[in-house]
C-alpha cells in the first residue's frame, strides 16, 4: 500500500502528538525540534463518541475501555487525534461514557490518563477529589441525564490537598475543604502501622486510599438518584489511585 506522509508543524495544526514507542500505530519521525512525520491513516478524525454508541455500552464494558487507555498510557501507545474535527463533531452533544472525579492536581491529566479525547468523558475536578452538593450533581448529570455508565473516584500518590490535610493547614476557603478529608485521616491513623505524617508518603497514600472509599460510601449516602442507578445495574461507582510514578491507575 503506497504510504502518505504528511509533513505537520506542531505551531500550525491542532494536533495531540505523543511522542512514544507507539507499535503498529503512528509510525513518527522526529525531523528537528518543530516537525513531525505521521501517516495520514493513524490521524482519527472522527471517533466522537455517539448515542447509539453510548446507550450499547455497559457500565463494565466501560470500566474495561477504561483500563486498557490507561494501559495505553503507561505504555505510550498512544493515538494521534484530529482535535479540530473532534471539536466540530462533538459541537452538538455529547454522549460520554464515563464520568471522573479526579484531584485538581495538575500531574495527574484525565483524559490522558485513559488516553481518552473530546466528547469521550465528563470531569470533575476538586482538590482531594473530596465530595459536595455541587459534584454530586454533577455526577449526577453525567449519569442521569446525559447517560455515562461508570463513575471513577480518582485519588493520586503523594497529593497536596491530603498532604496539607494531614498538616491541618488553616488558610482561606481552604481551610472547609481539607476538612473534608479528616474523616480518612481518621481512619488511616487507626489502621496505619507506620510514622504517621505528611512526610511520609506510604501514610500520605493510606489517607488517599481512604478518602477515596469514604468518598464513593458518600456520593451512595447522598445520592439517591446514582444509589438507584447502581443498584439497577445502569452505572457502576469504582475507586482507583493514580501511580504518579509509571502513570498506571490502580482500579478497586
Ligand atoms: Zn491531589
Not at 461514557?97 to 481518552?116: M, N, Q, T
Not at 459534584?135 to 441525564?145: D, F, P, R, T
Not at 472547609?176 to 502501622?193: E, M, N, S
Request: charged share 25%.
Amino acid at each position: 500500500m503506497k504510504r502518505r506522509f504528511y509533513l505537520i508543524t506542531l505551531f500550525s495544526l491542532s494536533l495531540v502528538i505523543t511522542f512514544g514507542s507507539c507499535k503498529n500505530k503512528a509510525e513518527r519521525k522526529e525531523k528537528d525540534t518543530n516537525t513531525i512525520e505521521i501517516e495520514k491513516e493513524d490521524v482519527l478524525s472522527n471517533r466522537v463518541l455517539t448515542k447509539e454508541e453510548q446507550e450499547r455500552l455497559t457500565p463494565q464494558s466501560v470500566l474495561e475501555i477504561m483500563k486498557l487507555g490507561n494501559e495505553e498510557f503507561v505504555s505510550d501507545n498512544l493515538t494521534v487525534r484530529n482535535n479540530s474535527q473532534r471539536v466540530r463533531d462533538a459541537a452538538l452533544g455529547q454522549y460520554p461514557k464515563a464520568v471522573v472525579l479526579s484531584c485538581l492536581d495538575s500531574r495527574v491529566p484525565v483524559e490522558d490518563v485513559f488516553h481518552r479525547g473530546i466528547g469521550d468523558v465528563f470531569v470533575a475536578r476538586v482538590a482531594g477529589n473530596v465530595v459536595n452538593e455541587d459534584i454530586l450533581a454533577s455526577l449526577e448529570y453525567a449519569c442521569k441525564v446525559s447517560g455515562s455508565k461508570l463513575v471513577i473516584v480518582l485519588g493520586h500518590e503523594y497529593c497536596g490537598a491530603i498532604k496539607s490535610a494531614i498538616d491541618d493547614v488553616k488558610l482561606g476557603n481552604i481551610t472547609t475543604l481539607l476538612a473534608k478529608v479528616q474523616p480518612a485521616i481518621a481512619k488511616a491513623k487507626g489502621d496505619f502501622a507506620g510514622e504517621q505524617t505528611s512526610k511520609n508518603p506510604a501514610f500520605v497514600e493510606a489517607v488517599c486510599h481512604h478518602n477515596v472509599h469514604l468518598a464513593i460510601d458518600e456520593i451512595r449516602l447522598k445520592s439517591p438518584i446514582l444509589k438507584e442507578m447502581e443498584s439497577k445495574g445502569e452505572i457502576m461507582i469504582v475507586g482507583g489511585v493514580y501511580d504518579m510514578e509509571t502513570g498506571k491507575v490502580n482500579f478497586f
